[in-house]
């Protein structure tokens, strides 16, 4: 597929030749979600906690003798029936990650391009380079190209002018081609991509 690659000005560049294997499939959703939920789930902190038996600080003496009281039997006060005891099969800490093979998390990105691409949320810009990092400067050229809630790729190195304008507009993140992933390119309406980023990614799945 060809599109039209523009400047940050808002002028023709020329076009740029897309794969089809990368950004011309038929977006499946089932692959997207499974790495939508592996990405999430590998971020999830697991650092719920709380207190079981062994860990409450409280006497260990039995409460009251076993027979005679009329009561039921009861020993520890640290079991979780008694109000200050442990708590019963409660959270620990742990990993929520889990397992997604390499080749699945490599189809659901070219699936994720291609719906950005087939939806018209995909845009080539010539560069991502900015003389004065300056924020202004940035955010007309944005509001030029329509550019209000976008992820903006660039190749191996982000511009520093660019990246240092841009942190400070909201809706907008900045990441190298390495920092690619679905999540970020499904949570924003427009996929910028350099042509420096474009050439990466067919050379990734050449």
């Not at 009251?64 to 009281?69: E, F, L, P, S």
């Not at 390499?102 to 380079?129: N, P, Q």
Request: hydrophobic share 40%.
């Amino acid at each position: 597929m060809e599109l039209k690659v523009t400047t940050l000005e808002g002028k023709e560049a020329g076009s740029v030749q897309l794969s089809d294997e990368i950004f011309g499939l038929e977006p499946r959703k089932d692959i997207i979600q499974r790495c939508v939920n592996w990405q999430l789930a590998k971020r999830q902190a697991g650092t719920h906690k709380t207190q079981g038996r062994a860990e409450v600080w409280r006497t260990g003496k039995k409460m009251y003798k076993q027979k005679g009281t009329g009561g039921a039997r009861h020993g520890s006060a640290r079991v979780p029936q008694f109000r200050g005891g442990g708590r019963a099969f409660g959270p620990v800490v742990r990993s929520h990650a889990f397992a997604l093979p390499k080749k699945v998390r490599a189809l659901a990105l070219r699936h994720a391009l291609s719906a950005k691409a087939k939806d018209g949320g995909l845009i080539v810009i010539e560069s991502a380079t900015l003389e004065a990092a300056k924020t202004k400067a940035l955010v007309g050229h944005f509001s030029g190209l329509g550019l209000t809630n976008a992820l903006i790729i660039d190749g191996a190195e982000v511009n520093v002018g660019f990246a240092t304008a841009a942190r400070n507009i909201p809706n907008i993140d900045v990441l190298p081609i390495q920092g690619i992933n679905v999540y970020d390119i499904l949570r924003r309406h427009k996929l910028v991509l350099t042509k420096s980023a474009v050439d990466a990614l067919e050379a990734r799945f050449k």
